[in-house]
């Protein structure tokens, strides 16, 4: 999935710290039987994922979404647009610098 060496190997994220982070929970003892690896088929499905499709279905639900801007392992770009399409049923949006106030 992720690679020390992407210039290298084929993967899906080509990023050497996301193999770095995995690789320090697996050996702090917090996830210990973690293996960092997948299939062709696995990662397909995560590639093609959308939350969008079930957006509507969340009625009078509570929902909390904590994004970090320029998070460099998930697509929060993706995630604040999820918020805002959710907005209808009363979700708000906070940056880091209001929610701290």
């Known amino acids: 999935m992720s690679s020390t060496n992407p210039p290298a190997e084929l993967s899906t994220w080509p990023f050497p710290r996301i193999n770095e982070v995995f690789s320090k929970l697996q050996q702090s003892g917090e996830a210990t039987r973690h293996e960092h690896w997948s299939t062709m088929e696995s990662t397909e499905l995560l590639l093609n994922y959308s939350v969008f499709p079930f957006l509507p279905r969340i009625l009078d639900t509570r929902v909390m979404m904590i994004v ?3 998070d460099n392992i998930t697509m929060w770009d993706r995630e604040i647009a ?10 708000s949006l906070a940056d880091t610098d209001t929610a701290a106030k």
């Open 68 to 70: 970090a801007e320029g």
């Open 82 to 91: 999820a918020a805002k399409a959710a907005e209808w049923f009363g979700a």
